[in-house]
Structure formats: structure tokens, C-alpha cells
């Protein structure tokens, strides 16, 4: 089950940037892709380094430490090094604020 949560505003993150948001400990990446806004983890499953520093391109996420790539939309590796894929979260804006649905208690 998941929870939506309130994690930034729209207006932090223009088209073709990236936001680090850390909430109860856990760091997660949003992406303004062309207006429309995805969240993952911000952890290369790689090598643990922050996506967040890495390069945007599309709907891709490029690691700044060992060049891997990353699909947003759904996690996958796109380029290695990394071969396993990264967590990915529905999200939703209203009113200006960007909903994230993170895993709830099970």
C-alpha cells in the first residue's frame, strides 16, 4: 500500500531539472521532464552514488560516477554499468505540489 506525499513544489523544478528531496531518511530524485514530473530513487544501484549530480537527458537519468543510464519512466538500466533496475514512484501534482506515492506500511 502506498501513501501520497507532499514532497516539493512545481515551481522548484523547471523543465530539464532535477531535484533531490530526502524525506524519513530515504533520497529521491524528481525530474521535470517537458513539464511532466518523475520520481525515482536518488541512489545509483550501481555504485550508491547520488543521481541527483548526474546529467538529464529526457527521460533519462545518467550517473556522474561510472556513466550509467537509467530510464525514469521505468527504472531500467539503459546503460551499464549498472545492470539492476532503479525504484521508481507514481506521482501526482495538484495545485502546484508535487505528490509522490511512497511504499506505506504493510
Known amino acids: 500500500m502506498s501513501t501520497l506525499v507532499?514532497?516539493?513544489?512545481?515551481?522548484?523544478?523547471?523543465?530539464?531539472?532535477?531535484?533531490?528531496?530526502?524525506?524519513d531518511g530515504h533520497a529521491y530524485l524528481l525530474a521535470n521532464v517537458?513539464?511532466?514530473?518523475?520520481?525515482?530513487?536518488?541512489?545509483?544501484?550501481?555504485?550508491?552514488?547520488p543521481l541527483s549530480i548526474g546529467a538529464l537527458h529526457g527521460d533519462c537519468v545518467?550517473?556522474?560516477?561510472?556513466?550509467?543510464?537509467?530510464?525514469?519512466?521505468?527504472?531500467?538500466?539503459?546503460?551499464?554499468?549498472?545492470?539492476e533496475p532503479l525504484r521508481t514512484y507514481a506521482v501526482e501534482v495538484r495545485d502546484g505540489a508535487i505528490f509522490v506515492a511512497l511504499p506505506g506500511d504493510e
Open 34 to 49: 517537458d513539464g511532466e514530473i518523475l520520481a525515482a530513487d536518488d541512489t545509483c544501484t550501481h555504485e550508491d552514488a
Open 6 to 23: 507532499q514532497l516539493a513544489r512545481l515551481d522548484e523544478i523547471r523543465p530539464g531539472q532535477m531535484l533531490r528531496v530526502e524525506h
Open 62 to 83: 545518467s550517473c556522474s560516477l561510472h556513466g550509467a543510464v537509467f530510464n525514469l519512466r521505468t527504472g531500467a538500466p539503459v546503460e551499464e554499468p549498472a545492470s
